[in-house]
Nanobody
């Protein structure tokens, strides 16, 4: 079992940066791929970025590629999302999630554990 708590959201002007953190507890964190997702009002939850359990491979949605960076520190049981050059379309609730064992996927259904989310609002 994995428990996840996100932090670091807030209000930022377009062009600014935020760093989201996700604190994890549970024995299986270091063996799980981790993902960040987001959900804007009236829209479906969408994939943002994911990282393998050892942190060696990452993958991004086209909409954030080159602007966002996912990383993790297994010694600290944490995963991060550095968001730069923010635009208004990035406004959403951001969730971190732990993938089902062995899964390497952008689909929400392949993630077993979710945090409560943190709001990111980008003003133009």
């Amino acid at each position: 079992q994995v428990q996840l708590v996100e932090s670091g959201g807030g209000l930022v002007q377009a062009g600014g940066s935020l760093r989201l953190s996700c604190a994890a507890s549970g024995r299986t964190f270091s063996s799980s791929a981790m993902g960040w997702f987001r959900q804007a009002p009236g829209k479906e939850r969408e994939f943002v970025a994911r990282i393998r359990s050892a942190g060696g491979s990452t993958y991004y949605a086209d909409s954030v590629k080159g602007r966002f960076t996912i990383s993790r520190n297994n010694a600290k049981n944490a995963v991060y999302l550095q968001m730069n050059s923010l635009i208004s379309d990035d406004t959403a609730v951001y969730y971190c999630a732990a993938a089902s064992w062995g899964r390497w996927s952008p689909l929400p259904r392949d993630y077993d554990y979710w945090g409560q989310g943190t709001q990111v609002t980008v003003s133009s």
